[in-house]
């Protein structure tokens, strides 16, 4: 009984830390967004983010990318722009400046 309750206790604590919030995103929505606020609508338009990790699958390999900035920078869109609808990427490890700054991973799926 303690075995279960112990494995209970630790998927709970799993289920609570991994907060990803799926966002859809059409590819004209891509190209056009020039600030991480464009696409993650939880990022308010007045806050500035300072940096964030963008991470993508590319054939078997992991391949994260650390923006020191707010703006999406051009080689993600281009590579994003080039998947097939339904491709999805994350967007973690916001940092900014503002107290309401969103935690937790962003999944992008593309429509």
Known sequence: MRIINCLLFILASLGCFSQTK???VSMKALKESKELN????DIP??????S???????G???REYTC?????GGDVID???KKAKGYSFFIEKIKSGCENTPKGKFKITLE
């Not at 464009?38 to 609508?41: C, F, V």
């Not at 964030?52 to 590319?58: I, P």
């Not at 020191?68 to 999406?72: A, G, Q, R, S, W």
Request: glycine share 0%; with cysteine; aromatic share 10%.
């Open 79 to 81: 590579m994003m722009s």
């Open 38 to 41: 464009d696409i993650i609508t």
């Open 45 to 50: 338009k007045d806050c500035k983010v300072q």
């Open 68 to 72: 020191i900035t707010n703006m999406l």
């Open 60 to 62: 078997n390999d992991l």
């Open 22 to 24: 799926e966002i859809k």
């Open 52 to 58: 964030y990790v963008v991470s993508y699958k590319f």
